[in-house]
């Protein structure tokens, strides 16, 4: 059965950081884009970063050189690591296996406060 696992999130000051782990089973977790959405209240999901199978990550312009993505095909889990969070980075953080048709996490909740 295949699940995606999102865990780390929660309530942290502006100018912190959180470290997101998406752990995935039920799929051949090497072979997949892996990636990071997030939706906001009144907002359409959105990509946050993407990582493909060889490691080559892309960022959405709002995060980079904030944000870092990375996996570890041996445990099957990719990371979101967030540094200098901004009260605008508060979302629900889910992660994605295969792009948008793909599949999907539960999400966690990251909120910043001001």
């Given at each position: 059965?295949?699940?995606?696992?999102?865990?780390?999130?929660?309530?942290?000051?502006?100018?912190?950081?959180?470290?997101?782990?998406?752990?995935?089973?039920?799929?051949?977790?090497?072979?997949?884009?892996m990636?990071?959405?997030?939706?906001?209240?009144?907002?359409?999901?959105?990509?946050?970063?993407?990582?493909?199978?060889?490691?080559?990550?892309?960022?959405?312009?709002?995060?980079?050189?904030?944000?870092?993505?990375?996996?570890?095909?041996?445990?099957?889990?990719?990371?979101?690591?967030?540094?200098?969070?901004?009260?605008?980075?508060?979302?629900?953080?889910?992660?994605?296996?295969?792009?948008m048709?793909?599949?999907?996490?539960?999400?966690?909740?990251?909120?910043?406060?001001?």
């Amino acid at each position: 059965q295949l699940q995606l696992v999102e865990s780390g999130g929660g309530l942290v000051q502006a100018g912190g950081s959180l470290r997101l782990s998406c752990a995935a089973s039920g799929i051949i977790f090497s072979i997949y884009v892996m990636g990071w959405y997030r939706q906001a209240p009144g907002n359409q999901r959105e990509l946050v970063a993407s990582i493909t199978r060889g490691s080559s990550p892309t960022y959405a312009d709002s995060v980079k050189g904030r944000f870092t993505i990375s996996r570890d095909n041996a445990k099957n889990t990719v990371y979101l690591q967030m540094n200098s969070l901004k009260p605008e980075d508060t979302a629900v953080y889910y992660c994605n296996a295969g792009s948008m048709n793909g599949y999907w996490g539960q999400g966690t909740q990251v909120t910043v406060s001001s």
